[in-house]
Nanobody, 118 residues
């Protein structure tokens, strides 16, 4: 079985910072891509950042320059450093792992809540 656990969410004032963690464990041998998704109340879940096995990163336009995705292969952990947070960044952040390219197999965490106050 594969487990995906997010952590690091919380309440922060506008302009503050948080670092989210996504830890993968269990019967997973490799990871092609890891993505961070955000879902605000009443909204769809959208990808905000991703990183692939070759180190390539991708960001949504609205978060580029404020959010940075990185990985620690030794710890099977992907991080999302969030700086200059805005109230519109509020939402539940989910981690999604795609083990292999071209296969429709994904593993989702249960999410961690980020609340940014004005």
């Amino acid at each position: 079985q594969v487990q995906v656990v997010e952590s690091g969410g919380g309440l922060v004032q506008a302009g503050g910072s948080l670092r989210l963690s996504c830890a993968a464990s269990g019967s997973i041998n490799s990871i092609y891509a890891t993505g961070w998704y955000r879902q605000a109340p009443g909204k769809q879940r959208d990808m905000v950042a991703s990183i692939t096995s070759d180190g390539s990163t991708n960001y949504a336009d609205l978060v580029k320059g404020r959010l940075t995705i990185s990985r620690d292969n030794a710890k099977n952990t992907v991080y999302l450093q969030m700086n200059s947070l805005k109230p519109e960044d509020t939402g539940v952040y989910y981690c999604k792992i795609q083990p292999r390219y071209g296969l429709a197999t994904y593993y989702w965490g249960k999410g961690t809540l980020v609340t940014v106050s004005s």
